[in-house]
C-alpha cells in the first residue's frame, strides 16, 4: 500500500476540474492531482535545482536522468519510448531553481508505461560517465587538436545566438547577485567544462531525493492508482525526511544599481543600444501580489493607449523594448521596462522619461474601466487552453503551480486565481490603489538600470575564449591525459555503436493501436452562410473571419505579412490608434490578424487572412462589432504611427535572424519544392531580407512613407472586396448567436465570398545554400518535393520519416554532438525533409543523411524499427489539438477537400505499411541528385559541403524589394 494521505480537495469551475492533494507520511513527497474529463492523462516529477555556478549541472543532468536507469539500462530510453508509445507529449524542462520531468498520452496503458520508465529515470538513474561525455561535454582530439563536444554544450552555443537569452539572463544574475539565480541555468559554454561527472553524480544524489520531488497528475486516472505505481516504483519513499531545498530570496538594495551589458548583434550599429529597468518585487507564491502585478504591467504598457506605453512610443527617439512585464520564472518576480533602438547618446534620455512618466502615472492613475479589462484579461486566461504551443493544457497547469508546491506556496493558487481577482474586483474602484502600486514601484530601491550595448564581435570573442582556453589546456597536457582522452573517445564510440537492447522497455505495438481515425467535430453550415463549430472552450468563444487571398501574386506575399503585423495597431474609423486600442482593449481580451495557409488536393495553396478574436460568452456583441469595424475601417493615414510599427518590425526582423537559424534554413531549403514553403519563405525567409531593408528605406522620407501608406491602403481594400467566410467556435448557444451578429448584412458587406483558386505550385532549382548569419554552431537541412496523403506512397514515407529520425539521432546527436536531428514528412506541405538542430558539424552531417538515406533506399530494414515507426506516425495523427484549434482544423480538413474517407484510408495504410514499400518509396522521392539542402552557417570557415556561401548581412541590404 502507499502512504499517501489525503489533504484537501477544491473545486475550480474555470478549469471543469478538481485539485486533489496528497502528502506522504514518511517521506513528506507531495501528490497534486487535476482531475478532470479530459482525453488526455498528464504527469510530471518536479524536482528543486538549486545552483551556484553556470556549469550547466542541473541541465545536464535533465539529460543524463533520460539516459538510463537501474530497471531500463538501455542507451536512451527516453527517445525509445518516444517511438515504443503513445504519448502525446514527452519532455523535461530545467529552470532557474527546478527542474520537471513530464508526459501525456490518452492510453491508459501507455501512461503507466511511461510512468514506469519516468520514475526509474528520476530516482534510479545510472548516470554512466560515458553518457556525460555524450550529453555534457568531453574533450576530443580533431587532426591532433584539442576540441569539445557534447549535446548541452551544442544547444546553449545555440541558444547565446538569441540576443534576449543573454540580456534576460545578464539583468537577473545582477538583480540576484549571491543566489542560485545568478547561474545560468541551462549552463554557459564557456563553464560548462568545470564540470566533473563526479560533481554531477552529487548534485543528484542531492537535489532528488524523494523528499524533494513534487508528483503533479492530470485526468480521469484515479489518484491512488497512480501513487500506488509510484510506491512500488520509489522504494526510497520509506527513507525518511530531508530538509525541503529552498532558493534563496535576493538582498534588498538600499539604492537603484547601475550596469552595461553586451549582447549579441549583427552589427554595432548606434541604433543599438538598449536601456532595461528591472526591480525585484515580492514573492511569486503570493496569488494577490501575483495578480497585483500584472494589473500593473496591464495599467502601464498593456497597449497603446497605456500612459508609459504610449510615452515611449512618442519619444521621438527608440522604442519599447521586447523584454517588458512581469518575469515569474523565480521565487521573486521581476518587473522589467526599457528601450531599444536608441543612440548611446539617448539612453540617459530614456531613463528620465520612463522614472517621470511613472511619477506622472503614481499622481494621476488610469481610468477604472482600463483595470476592469484587465482583470477580464486574467480570468480569460485562467480559462484559455491554448496559447501554450505544443505543451498540453493540462501540463500547463501543472507547471504554472510546480514552483508553488516546491516552495511552500498555496498550490491551490497556482490553478485558481478567483479568489485574489475577487479581491482586487473591489479594490480597482478606489483611485488611490493603482496609484499605491505605481507608488511602490518608483520608490522600490532593489532597481537595476541596465545600459544594453550592441556587439557584433559578440561570437567572436567566445568563440576566441573557448579557443584560448583549448590551446593553453593542449599546451599543457600530459601523455596520460590525452591517452585518457583517446581512451575515452574509442569507448564512447564503441558503446555508441552497440544496438540498443530496447526490449527491456515497454511498448505499443501496432496491433493495440485502434483502426480508426479520429473523428473531427462536426462543421456546421448557417442559413447566413456563417461556419460553427461547438466545441468545450471553457467559456470562451472564438471567431475567425477569414478573407481568401490566395488570388494575389506572389510580390504582394510579403506586404501581406506587413499587412496583418501592422493592422492591430492602427487607427480604426474616426479613431486614432491610441483611442483604437483602447475600445479594442475594452471589446475584447484576444484580437489579432494573421495568416493561414493550407494546400489543396492539387498540390495548389489557399491563402485567408484571419481576423481572430475571442472573449468569454456574453461578449458576443462586441467581438462581432469589434471584428466588422476592424475589417471595415482601418485607418493608414497616420504616417507617423505607421512608420514606427514598420521600423519596429524591420528592425526586430534583422535582429532576430541570428535566433531563427533553424527555421531559415529549413524554409529556404523547401522553398523550391513547395508553396506553402515558398510562402512562408517569402514572408519570414531569407527572401524576406531584402524586402525588409527596402522598407526600413521607405520609412526615412515623408514620400516613402506616403508610398507605404498607400500600397497598404491598396491591399486593404484588395483584402477586403469580397466577403469573407465567417467560423465562430465555442459552446452551441454563444457561437451560434455570434455567428448569426457575423452573418448579418451589414456587418461585412453584401459582395459574395470570394473562392479563389488555390496558387500553383511553383517550380524552382533545388537550393544549394550556405548561409552565413553569425553564430558557433550551425542548422542543416536538406528536403525533397513529396506527394499529398492521398497518394499511395504518402504512409511509406510518413513512416520513413520516423525511421530516420530514430537513425540521425544515433548519427548526429550520440556521435555528432548535435542537440536535435529528426526527419519529417509534411503531406500537406507536400516536403519530406532531414533537419539538424545546434549542430557543431556540417560537412559530416550532410554526409551522415546521405549514409541513413542509402540505408532506407537499400538496406535491410528492421522489423520492429518499422513498428515503432508506425507507432510514431500513428501518433503525430492522433495528438489532440486544443479544442478551439481542433475546430479550426476541421474546417480547414472540409475547404482542402480531406475527407472522413481520406483520412480513414491514410491511417489503414500507415498501419499496414511494409519494409518493401518504404524502400520503393524512398527510391522513388528521395534521390540524392533532387535534394534541395540550405545550413545556417555558424562560425565561419568551415567546409561547406559544396553549397554557395550567402552572407545573410549582404543580402539584408539588398537594394530591391
Not at 564540470?195 to 544524489?205: E, I, K, Q
Request: proline residues 6%.
Amino acid at each position: 500500500m502507499h502512504g499517501f494521505e489525503h489533504t484537501g480537495s477544491h473545486a475550480v469551475p474555470a478549469l471543469r476540474a478538481t485539485i486533489e492533494q496528497y502528502v506522504d507520511r514518511r517521506s513528506g513527497a507531495r501528490h497534486v492531482h487535476m482531475a478532470t474529463e479530459a482525453q488526455e492523462s498528464a504527469f510530471l516529477a518536479g524536482f528543486p535545482t538549486l545552483l551556484d555556478t553556470s556549469d550547466g549541472r542541473a541541465h545536464i543532468l535533465e539529460h543524463l536522468a533520460l539516459s538510463g536507469s537501474r530497471r531500463f539500462p538501455v542507451r536512451a530510453p527516453f527517445f525509445a519510448m518516444l517511438r515504443r508509445s503513445l504519448a502525446t507529449h514527452m519532455n523535461a524542462r530545467t529552470h532557474a531553481d527546478r527542474t520537471a520531468y513530464l508526459f501525456a498520452s490518452t492510453d491508459r496503458r501507455d501512461f503507466f508505461n511511461l510512468l514506469d520508465v519516468y520514475l526509474d529515470a528520476c530516482f534510479h538513474p545510472t548516470l554512466d560517465y560515458l553518457d556525460f561525455l555524450q550529453e555534457g561535454w568531453r574533450h576530443v582530439l580533431e587532426d591532433g587538436k584539442l576540441a569539445l563536444r557534447g549535446v548541452v554544450l551544442s544547444e546553449m552555443q545555440g541558444a547565446m545566438a538569441d540576443p534576449m537569452h543573454a540580456l534576460r539572463h545578464g539583468v537577473v544574475a545582477a538583480l540576484f547577485k549571491g543566489t542560485g539565480y545568478a547561474a545560468d541555468p541551462g549552463g554557459d559554454p564557456l563553464a560548462i567544462p568545470g564540470l566533473s561527472h563526479t560533481m554531477l553524480r552529487a548534485f543528484h544524489a542531492r537535489h532528488y531525493h524523494p523528499s524533494q520531488a513534487v508528483f503533479m497528475s492530470a485526468g480521469r486516472i484515479a489518484p491512488a492508482q497512480i501513487q500506488e505505481r509510484i510506491a512500488a516504483c520509489v522504494p526510497a519513499l520509506q527513507a525518511g525526511r530531508a530538509e525541503r531545498l529552498l532558493p534563496a530570496l535576493a538582498c534588498a538594495w538600499t539604492a537603484a544599481r547601475a550596469q552595461q551589458l553586451r549582447i549579441p548583434a549583427q552589427d554595432g550599429q548606434p541604433g543599438g543600444h538598449g536601456l532595461q529597468l528591472a526591480w525585484v518585487l515580492g514573492e511569486t507564491g503570493d496569488a494577490l501580489g501575483r495578480c497585483s502585478a500584472e494589473l500593473l504591467w496591464a495599467g502601464l504598457l498593456g497597449d497603446a493607449a497605456a500612459p508609459l506605453r504610449a510615452a515611449l512610443e512618442a519619444a521621438g527617439f527608440g522604442r519599447p523594448a521586447r523584454l517588458a512585464g512581469l518575469d515569474t520564472d523565480m521565487r521573486q518576480m521581476v518587473f522589467h521596462v526599457g528601450m531599444e533602438g536608441l543612440d548611446a547618446a539617448r539612453v540617459d534620455d530614456a531613463r528620465r522619461l520612463i522614472l517621470s512618466t511613472l511619477e506622472r502615472v503614481a499622481a494621476a492613475g488610469v481610468a477604472e474601466p482600463v483595470l476592469r479589462c484587465a482583470l477580464r484579461d486574467l480570468r480569460y486566461r485562467q480559462r484559455d487552453t491554448d496559447g501554450g504551443g505544443h505543451t498540453p493544457f493540462a501540463l500547463r497547469r501543472l507547471l504554472q503551480a510546480l514552483p508553488l508546491a516546491l516552495y511552500g506556496g498555496d498550490v491551490l493558487d497556482g490553478f485558481d486565481n478567483a479568489p485574489a481577482l475577487a479581491v482586487l474586483d473591489a479594490r480597482v474602484g478606489d483611485p488611490g490603489f493603482f496609484k499605491g502600486l505605481v507608488r511602490a514601484l518608483l520608490d522600490n530601491p532593489t532597481r537595476l538600470d541596465t545600459h544594453v550595448v550592441p556587439d557584433g564581435a559578440y561570437f567572436a570573442a567566445r568563440a576566441a575564449a573557448q579557443q584560448q582556453a583549448l590551446a593553453a589546456r593542449q599546451a599543457a597536457l600530459p601523455g596520460a591525459e590525452r591517452a585518457r582522452i583517446e581512451a575515452d573517445a574509442a569507448a564512447l564510440a564503441a558503446r555508441q555503436a552497440l544496438a540498443a537492447d530496447k526490449a527491456l522497455l515497454p511498448r505499443i505495438r501496432p496491433g493495440d493501436i485502434d483502426a480508426r481515425a479520429r473523428p473531427l467535430p462536426a462543421v456546421e453550415r448557417l442559413d447566413g452562410g456563417a461556419w460553427v463549430v461547438e466545441a468545450a472552450t471553457n467559456g470562451i468563444t472564438h471567431a475567425r473571419v477569414l478573407y481568401d487571398v490566395s488570388h494575389l501574386p506572389a510580390d504582394d506575399w510579403p506586404w501581406l505579412a506587413l499587412y496583418v503585423r501592422v493592422l492591430p495597431e492602427l487607427g480604426v474609423g474616426a479613431r486614432d490608434f491610441r483611442a483604437a486600442a483602447a475600445w479594442r482593449r475594452a471589446a475584447a481580451p484576444e484580437f489579432r490578424v494573421g495568416i493561414d495557409t493550407a494546400a489543396a488536393q492539387d498540390g495548389g495553396l489557399h491563402i485567408d487572412i484571419a481576423f481572430c478574436a475571442a472573449g468569454l460568452e456574453g461578449d458576443e456583441a462586441a467581438l462581432a462589432d469589434l471584428l466588422a469595424a476592424s475589417a471595415a475601417g482601418v485607418r493608414f493615414d497616420e504616417t507617423a504611427r505607421l512608420a514606427f510599427l514598420v521600423e519596429r518590425a524591420v528592425r526586430q526582423r534583422m535582429e532576430g535572424v541570428s535566433g531563427a537559424g533553424r527555421d531559415v534554413a529549413m524554409l529556404a531549403a523547401c522553398a523550391p519544392l513547395s508553396a506553402a514553403r515558398r510562402f512562408w519563405n517569402a514572408v519570414d525567409g531569407i527572401d524576406a531580407l531584402p524586402f525588409h531593408a527596402a522598407l526600413g528605406r521607405l520609412c526615412r522620407t515623408p514620400d516613402g512613407m506616403a508610398r507605404l501608406a498607400a500600397r497598404l491602403a491598396a491591399l486593404h481594400a484588395q483584402v477586403t472586396a469580397a466577403a469573407p467566410a465567417r467560423l465562430c467556435i465555442g459552446s452551441g448557444a454563444a457561437a451560434r448567436a455570434l455567428a448569426r451578429l457575423l452573418a448579418a448584412p451589414d456587418a461585412f458587406g453584401a459582395a459574395p465570398v470570394r473562392q479563389a483558386a488555390a496558387a500553383p505550385v511553383p517550380r524552382q532549382p533545388a537550393a544549394n545554400l550556405a548561409l552565413l548569419g553569425g553564430g558557433q554552431v550551425n542548422h542543416c537541412a536538406m528536403a525533397w518535393r513529396a506527394p499529398g496523403i492521398a497518394h499511395p506512397d504518402a504512409a511509406p514515407l510518413a513512416v520513413a520519416a520516423e525511421l530516420m529520425t530514430a537513425w540521425l539521432h544515433r548519427s548526429l546527436r550520440e556521435r555528432g554532438g548535435a542537440y536535435g536531428a529528426h526527419a519529417q514528412y509534411d503531406g500537406d506541405a507536400r516536403v519530406f525533409a532531414l533537419a539538424s538542430v545546434h549542430d557543431p558539424r556540417l560537412a559530416g552531417t550532410y554526409a551522415d543523411f546521405m549514409a541513413a538515406l542509402d540505408t532506407l533506399a537499400h538496406g535491410d530494414l528492421d522489423p520492429e524499427s518499422i513498428e515503432e515507426a508506425i507507432v510514431g506516425a500513428i501518433k503525430a495523427l492522433d495528438r489532440p489539438l486544443p479544442p478551439q484549434r481542433e475546430a479550426i482544423y476541421a474546417w480547414q480538413a472540409r475547404r482542402a477537400g480531406v475527407t472522413p474517407a481520406l483520412r480513414q484510408g491514410w491511417r489503414a495504410a500507415v498501419l499496414a505499411c511494409t519494409a518493401a514499400q518504404i524502400g520503393a518509396a524512398a527510391r522513388t522521392w528521395l534521390a540524392p541528385a533532387a535534394a534541395s539542402r540550405a545550413a545556417f552557417v555558424g562560425a565561419a570557415g568551415q567546409d561547406l559541403a559544396g553549397m554557395t556561401a550567402l552572407d545573410l548581412a549582404a543580402m539584408a541590404a539588398a537594394p530591391t524589394a
